[in-house]
């Protein structure tokens, strides 16, 4: 495998052919780490442990049965909740019943959620006003079959180059993506991940996964996104953080100096970031460079960023992942477009809007 610079990832022109790797889903390795830490604190909210992760499965399996007895045919739950133990809750009890899951965050305008709910056009929602309706419900006796074709979430794309599209993402890759990024990221049963980005980037995703597959506590603040980042070393600080993953925008502006001893890692990627601030950092906290477009799981790859950092670089493929470089009708040229192969691969744009 090799480091890819920057200027490589032009745009992705195709996907190649999947391989034939054995699937494992999701949900069966955030239950393992159920069964592991039963008590380790899941969610915290505000400085306040709000679930352990035996609470969280069983909220979640009320949710997935509730979905279950409503008995519509759709594959496809929008959720309309803020960034809290609930929306954790919400979205694990959609994969249990089998279910994909549509973020609607409050961050967006209200003209974009009424466009994305017109496309999905879904009669199964999940919002502040009927969440616990949903918990009155028993816990579910068994977990729908998941596949790695099954449809895990929908994430809509900005739209700066047209009308947002709906990416479609299956179950098949967000395993590997978990235990990848929990090994570069050092994330352990002790951890606090700092749940920074907002729920409508799928980079949230990879955030709560690397988490409650390693029994490690989410850290939630209801602060709005603004107002954290204005504070965000005070509370990584009062809160314990361990993790973060931090827009490269907003750690441009962060003091390395002010890093609070807790900090032992931070995630940057969605942008390129300058030679200072990654050189600053590195000398910090295990510093890591992420990369990967939405249609494929996420993240596809990455790297540790070292205090010689100097050329912006998307780092080797994670396990699973396969890149090429396209030019002229010529695969694995020195430069042209990057080619993405593997079971990171997105089901496709939903409804091919």
Request: aromatic residues 8%.
């Amino acid at each position: 495998m090799e480091t890819y610079p920057c200027h490589h990832t032009t745009m992705i022109i195709q996907a190649l052919s999947c391989m034939d790797t054995k699937f494992e889903d999701i949900v069966s390795e955030i239950k393992g780490t159920v069964d592991l830490f039963p008590e380790n604190i899941a969610i915290i909210e505000d400085g306040i442990p709000t679930l352990t992760y035996r609470e969280m499965w069983e909220k979640a399996a009320c949710i997935a049965n509730r979905l279950k007895e409503i008995n519509s045919t759709s594959e496809y739950v929008t959720v309309k909740l803020p960034k809290s133990s609930r929306y954790i809750t919400a979205i694990l009890g959609c994969w249990m019943a089998g279910k994909a899951f549509v973020p609607l965050g409050k961050d967006l305008p209200d003209t974009r959620i009424k466009y994305i709910e017109d496309i999905v056009d879904t009669d199964l929602c999940i919002t502040e006003c009927n969440y616990d309706d949903f918990l009155k419900s028993r816990p579910v006796d068994y977990i729908e079959t998941i596949t790695a074709s099954t449809p895990a979430y929908i994430i809509f794309s900005s739209g700066t180059t047209g009308k947002p599209k709906g990416i479609l993402v299956g179950h098949s890759g967000l395993v590997n993506l978990a235990r990848c990024q929990r090994k570069a990221f050092r994330i352990t049963d002790l951890s606090r991940n700092l749940f920074f980005l907002s729920i409508n980037f799928d980079a949230s995703v990879s955030d709560i996964l690397v988490t409650l597959t390693s029994g490690a506590a989410l850290v939630i603040e209801t602060a709005d996104a603004v107002e954290l980042s204005a504070n965000l070393m005070p509370v990584i600080e009062k809160r314990r953080v361990t993790h973060a993953d931090i827009p490269p925008s907003v750690l441009r502006v962060t003091r390395a100096d002010d890093c609070p001893k807790c900090l032992e890692t931070v995630v940057i990627g969605g942008e390129a970031t300058d030679k200072v601030t990654v050189q600053n950092w590195a000398n910090k906290v295990n510093l890591v460079n992420v990369y990967g477009p939405t249609e494929t799981t996420v993240c596809t790859s990455l790297s540790r960023c070292t205090e010689d950092w100097t050329v912006p670089v998307i780092g080797k493929e994670i396990q699973g992942v396969t890149y090429h470089i396209y030019r002229d009708g010529t695969l694995d040229v020195d430069e042209g477009e990057l080619w993405i192969s593997g079971e990171c691969l997105a089901l496709g744009y939903f409804k091919n809007e």
